[in-house]
């Protein structure tokens, strides 16, 4: 690399140096604004930049091969060059620093009692150091022991007591002001170390107790984070305790990075999308905001209220808990008799301790020794000042004697934790656990004989449990035993398992009613489970339904051929008869429109989630356009098709519409139009056309429902508008487009995020296609502040009336006319 204007390499600057003597008083002028000093490797830069729309400017590192504009480090944070004059040097008494075009000094690493002859180097690991330039080349300054805002691979976070140092990420105040803000990030190690947020002196969130490989309270860790964590403790220096990150893929840039508004973002930089991807985020729900149900209160998000009180413990203030004022806690329902002049018959009437799985434990835990989880509790038991204790694997006994704050509940991951309660409360949960196993010996008595009855009876009448049209043979064999299907009937697909309808029956109890978790067009889906324990979603086709053999087929051979994260998952299907059954994973939590449009569900969708949500379902959509071995057009994207798991992340499923396209073809068109009105693109639903841009136009709905927390087709011909569509362009025209905000949405912080999101909605319903982004670019605006957003033209449907779903159902093989374009059929849904 040669010395420009824009680009001025370490080597040169080395050589530069090395013969000037710097003992004469003089300053070493290392770059000057726009000139970039790039790390050897050429992975970062340092140089001045001006943040989001901010004139001002400051020295950063910069990583130089993304085009984004990705700060990491920032040195005068609180004193901005003015204009485009700054110059960075090495100043006379060897420090770096910052002067204006006046010669005033914005900024210096204020180091003392340095040698004068040093050099500055950018290294590849994005940490810019200061160094003597004699035979020891010691290290005097460097911006790794200043950090900003970004955590990079090798970047400590920590204290070092005998140094006077505290290593921590300080937010920016915006994202145009990286002055330091509210929020800041360190690593606790006051006695169990573990990483606390804080707003100014407030906790905010915190990660749980380090267990030797991950932090115990964010349960994403066990999947993403085991190879890549470590603590590091000093022995010659005690007290000394820093936590570092190295990436396992050094060849793909990645980050954590403390927003404005505290949360701890994990990024990663997606060189195919060209664009970055959070990996993982926190504080992600409400849940995980410090304290929010209070002292002695536990937070489960599936829940609704999310708040409840530990067993034993009731709300302080009813009153304030049933309006949602959750912070005051719980207080113990009955004393504890250790510590008390109990009564001999009292005496024999001991505390004891109740289990509570998957828990993310309370802050301020004691650590003391103890071999296994008896023993740590026999040290709880012989002080009454301890209420709860825990004994999770690579940490050890934990004891608690303060107020339990912070507690959450986990659906996956957690630890065990045990709650130290009177006795009533032990003897009342005995109790209730005799009257269950009683009742359920009876349940299980009774069904068995009436069962015996009932298979004796049908045994003797010469019938079969489970009637089929045509002559079929069963196989009676185990569950997990799979035959491969008649290539000529899946589309040559011998890989998928195929299940006999008698193993289906078994898994879901004859396809009761209570396995049913909805219906749809096609017909219905139950829950089963397998006899290992695999839980299942089966969807089975009614034979009178509109998808037939060839939808069928299509959707089996579209799904099994797919595999992203954020698309739903084929187990398997099943051919037998008239019967067509296709088998998926089972997602717990059903489908998005069943907590969308629900007035109590929808206050368990905070921004966070809802944010991620879109997220993901434009990742799954673009995987599908550009990235899968396919190119899918899906052409029935709603909410109800959005399935999510039990951490609330989205699969997009339902491929019985979709159509594969070949590597050259940019939109086809079918006589036989099949969807669900209010989703479907004007050119698609009048003229049968359809493209990628189709499937924007249903992301686009999809993105107003989710930001409104309305149906599209909730608007009603007595309203200004008839459709979500129609009202949203009204409120966009009145310069009044928050009104369009989900009411439940608190978040005031998130507000910008959720107007753009309206913004990119009304780009994506706009009338012709051509006007649509694609959803790579869509992507890309939906997560850069800074990327410009067109101004959206009138939507389609804006003005027209239309059809919730139970109003329309349309099949017809004749001609038919829909705003004066002809074609064959219309299948609404």
Known sequence: MGIGRNSVTFVPLVIVLYFITLHSCTSIEIIRDPETLISSGGVFKLGFFSPGNSSNRYIGI?????????????????????????????????????????????????????????????????????????????????????????????????????????????????????????????????????????????????????????????????????????????????????ITYNYVDTSSSESFVLDPEGTLIDELWDEVEKEWVQRWLGPRKECDIYGTCGPFGVCNILNSPICSCLKGFEPKSIKEWNMGIWSGGCARRTELQCGRNNTNNE??????????????????????????????????????????????????????????LDIQKFSKAGVDLYIRVAHTEIDKRKDARLIIIITVLLGVFSISFFGCLLWRWMTQKGEKKIKYNGSLHIDRV????????????????????????????????????????????????????????????????????????????????????????????????????????????YMPNKSLDTFLFDPTKRALLDWTTRFQIIKG?????????????????????????????????????????????????LQSNTTRVVGTYGYMSPEYAMQGIFSEKSDVFSLGVLLLEIVSGKRNSSFYRQEQSSTLLGHAWRLWNENNVQALIDPGLSESFFQEEMLRCIHLGLLCVQEFAKDRPTVLILLSMLTSETSHIPTPKQPAFAGKQTYSDSEISVRSQGECSINNASITAIQGR
């Open 478 to 585: 185990d569950v997990t035993s799979i035959a491969y299907p008649d290539p000529h009937k899946l589309g040559e697909n011998p890989d998928l398992p195929i299940f006999s309808i008698e193993k289906l029956a078994i898994a879901t109890h004859n396809f009761n009613a209570a396995n049913k978790l909805g219906e749809g067009g096609f017909g219905s889906v139950y829950k089963g489970k397998f006899p290992d324990g695999q839980e299942i979603a089966v969807k089975r086709l009614s034979k009178s339904s509109g998808q037939g053999s060839k939808e069928f087929k299509n959707e089996v051979v579209v799904i099994s051929k797919l595999q992203h994260r954020n698309l739903v998952r084929l187990v398997g299907c099943c051919i037998e008869g008239e019967e067509k059954m296709l088998i998926y994973e």
């Open 617 to 665: 379902i434009c990742r799954g959509i673009l995987y599908l356009h550009r990235d899968s071995r396919l190119r899918v057009i899906h052409r029935d994207l709603k909410a109800s098709n959005i399935l999510l798991d039990e951490e609330l992340n989205p699969k997009i499923s339902d491929f019985g519409m979709a159509r594969i396209f070949g590597g050259n073809e």
């Open 62 to 242: 910069l990583y130089n091969k993304i085009p984004q504009q990705t700060v990491v480090w920032v040195a005068n944070r609180a004193n901005p060059v003015s204009d485009s004059s700054g110059v960075l040097m090495i100043d006379n008494d060897g420090n770096l620093a910052i002067v204006d075009g006046k010669r005033r000094n914005m900024w210096t690493s204020n180091v003392t009692g340095i040698a004068y002859n040093t050099t500055v180097e950018l290294l590849d690991s994005g940490n810019l150091v200061l160094q003597e330039m004699n035979s020891s080349g010691r290290i005097v300054w460097e911006s790794f022991k200043y950090p900003s805002h970004t955590l990079l691979p090798t970047m400590k976070i920590g204290v070092n007591p005998k140094l006077g140092e505290k290593l921590k990420l300080t937010s920016w105040k915006s994202n145009s002001d990286p002055s330091i803000g509210d929020f800041s990030l360190e690593l606790d190690s006051v006695s169990i170390p573990q990483v606390i947020t804080w707003n100014g002196s407030k906790r905010h969130w915190r990660t749980g107790p380090w267990n030797n490989q991950i932090f115990i309270g964010v349960p994403d860790m066990y999947s993403v984070y085991l190879d890549g964590f470590s603590l590091i403790r000093d022995v010659e220096q005690k007290g000394s305790i820093y």
């Open 347 to 404: 005496k024999e009437k001991e505390d004891g301790f109740l289990k509570l799985q998957k828990m993310k434990v309370p802050d301020f835990a004691n650590w003391v020794s103890a071999s296994d989880i008896k023993d740590c509790q026999e040290e709880c038991v012989k002080n009454c000042s301890c209420i709860a204790h825990s004994f999770p694997s690579g940490i050890g006994c934990m004891l608690w004697s303060e107020d339990l």
